[in-house]
């Protein structure tokens, strides 16, 4: 198994455009979770899905927007970047909704 | 807001020394995890505690859940420089149905060969 994965694993946007942010995962996990994580501020909660078809916001969802259309699948897009959403990005699964699973990370710089 | 308080922030020891490093709130959470986080990597899962006085090992890593559930500790016993990296707890909170994790912001343990 691959576990959970991200791509690009670095990117580097302007100011006012937009990406997606790629996650899969191959271990039918329900549970898929979308943090940031910025120093001097831990993992902070974006978006997260309890099965296909379901999204709901965490804690910071402001510019961020998710769809679940498959189990494997759970994208972030950034619709208008802003340098406040320069950050190191992680997907995460989970079985059973709070153990982790988390992949590699997205390092994003907007200037 | 639950939030979860670690210390210390920063931690520098020798090869060897042992070490323990704590989790703080004044909630309750129904469980705890702890995650290990190296540079460039995601963090990954340690362990979870779920009853109050529980004690897990896992090596040389001890973790222990406080008898209110609301804080935790993880003792490291002869520490190896392996064991370097950012270590994280977080709680599920005790409402039912938010899946949620409150994270702490860790604590970045450097240990010197």
């Known amino acids: 198994n691959a576990g959970v994965t991200q791509t690009p694993k670095f990117q580097v946007l302007k100011t006012g455009q937009s990406m997606t942010l790629q996650c899969a995962q191959d271990?039918?996990?329900?549970?898929m979770s979308w943090y940031r994580q910025d120093p001097g501020m831990g993992l902070r909660l974006i978006h997260y899905s309890v099965g296909a078809g379901i999204t709901d916001q965490g804690e910071v969802p402001n510019g961020y927007n998710v769809s679940r259309s498959t189990t494997e699948d759970f994208p972030l897009r950034l619709l208008s970047a802003a340098p406040s959403q320069t950050s190191v990005y992680f997907c995460?699964?989970?079985?059973?909704?709070?153990?982790?699973?988390f992949g590699p990370g997205t390092r994003l710089t907007v200037t | 807001t639950q939030l979860l308080e670690q210390s210390p922030q920063f931690l520098s020891i020798q090869e060897g020394e042992n070490l323990t490093v704590y989790c703080n709130s004044s909630s309750v959470f129904s469980s705890l995890q702890w995650y290990r986080q190296e540079p460039g990597e995601g963090p990954v899962l340690l362990v979870t505690?779920?009853?109050?006085?529980e004690v897990k090992k896992l090596k040389r890593l001890t973790f222990q859940f406080g008898d209110a559930r609301k804080d935790s500790s993880l003792h490291i016993t002869a520490a190896q420089p392996g064991d370097t990296g950012l270590y994280l707890c977080a709680g599920e909170s005790s409402g039912a149905g938010s899946y949620q994790l409150t994270f702490g912001k860790g604590t970045k343990l450097s240990v010197i060969p």
């Open positions: 271990m039918n996990h329900e549970y």
């Open positions: 505690v779920v009853t109050g006085g």
């Open positions: 995460a699964s989970s079985v059973t909704g709070y153990e982790q699973y």
